[in-house]
């Protein structure tokens, strides 16, 4: 079966969020984030300078460093590329309004979502870079790939189907329901850790960084001690998952959800024994994206039936 117009921009609009969730983190690990002062505009201009000599009136010079003002810029143009995506994917799913309500209104809850986004990266900006805005910033963008992932699964849901028997997908959905949970209780601790150091890197200028972490307090050490909670349950779904069911697909996905769980835990360490590696935590970022999209979609698959009144399921 050929995938559609909707379905192919769909997908590919899942793809661009996760890569844009990439550069944000590039951002961060540059330290670009005020990289342009102004909002929507940079440094008063629709295309920045590439010499702080060419800034217009009224900005200061030493605020412009041409590396980072480009690189928040490029991060704002993927933005905008990835909120067009959002709007034609909203626009192609009127096509599934009667047929398959839920992708028209998945569609429709990710394109508000996204205007919502945008504004909300206008006050991070005006803000300073606010901690707080910062991880309602990131926590909306992760929401919207996921409300992105359940209207595509939902305009191609035949191609996912699995005969599980009903105990079975019961078992299955627990635990990995328990997984997804988990993990995003691992994310906001890890947005925690973000807050803490991001104080320490804007309030203890002299603290080079490779003690950021080591400076940053409980929380950090509640967030490493948690990764063992994500790691046991994901061991756990592995095991029921192969018990249960001869499935290729949910057996791929069980392993593919392990290898970025040990891979997440791997990156942790390097991050705290390695002085904060910049590309550790832009890995570190798109592995916990990338975990919550595969966690997802496992439990979009064997989520158990719901039978009308008939019997037969719908």
């Known amino acids: 079966m050929n995938l559609n117009t909707y379905q192919k921009i769909a997908i590919t609009t899942v793809g ?6 990439f550069v944000g983190g590039l951002v961060r690990a540059a330290g670009a984030g005020l990289g342009c002062p102004d909002w929507p505009k940079c440094f008063g201009l629709w295309i920045p300078p590439t010499n702080a000599a060419d800034l217009p009136a009224g900005f ?5 460093n041409v590396f980072k003002t480009w690189t928040e810029y490029i991060n704002r143009l993927i933005g905008a590329v990835v909120g067009l995506l959002i709007t034609a994917t909203f626009v192609l799913s009127f096509r599934y309004r ?3 309500p839920a992708v028209f209104y998945s569609s429709t809850a ?5 205007i919502v986004q945008g504004w909300l990266g206008g006050q991070v900006v005006k803000s300073g870079l606010n901690e707080w805005l910062i991880t309602v910033h990131m926590v909306l963008a992760m929401a919207i790939m996921t409300v992105l992932l359940y209207a595509v699964y939902k305009a191609t849901e035949k191609r996912w189907q699995v005969n599980v028997s009903s105990s079975a997908s019961r078992w299955l959905f627990g635990i990995g329901m328990i997984l997804f949970v988990v993990t995003i209780i691992q994310m906001i601790l890890g947005t925690e850790v973000r807050e803490a150091v991001d104080k320490i890197a804007k309030g203890m200028a002299g603290v080079p960084r490779e003690m950021w972490l080591t400076k940053a307090g409980d929380i950090d050490e509640i967030h490493r001690t948690f990764s063992w909670a994500v790691l046991l349950t994901g061991v756990i779904l592995t095991v029921i998952t192969y018990r249960l069911t001869n499935l290729k697909l949910l057996k791929n996905l069980v392993n593919g959800i392990m290898a970025v769980i040990i891979a997440q835990i791997a990156l942790g360490a390097g991050l705290y024994y390695l002085g904060m590696p910049p590309a550790y935590q832009v890995l570190h970022l798109v592995g916990v994206g990338i975990l919550i999209c595969g966690e997802f979609i496992f439990l979009l698959i064997v989520r158990p039936k719901v039978s009308n009144s008939s019997g037969v399921s719908p």
């Open 98 to 100: 009667k047929s398959q």
């Open 60 to 64: 200061d010079a030493a605020q412009f």
């Open 16 to 21: 661009a969020v996760i890569f844009l969730i």
């Open 110 to 114: 990710a394109f508000l979502m996204v």
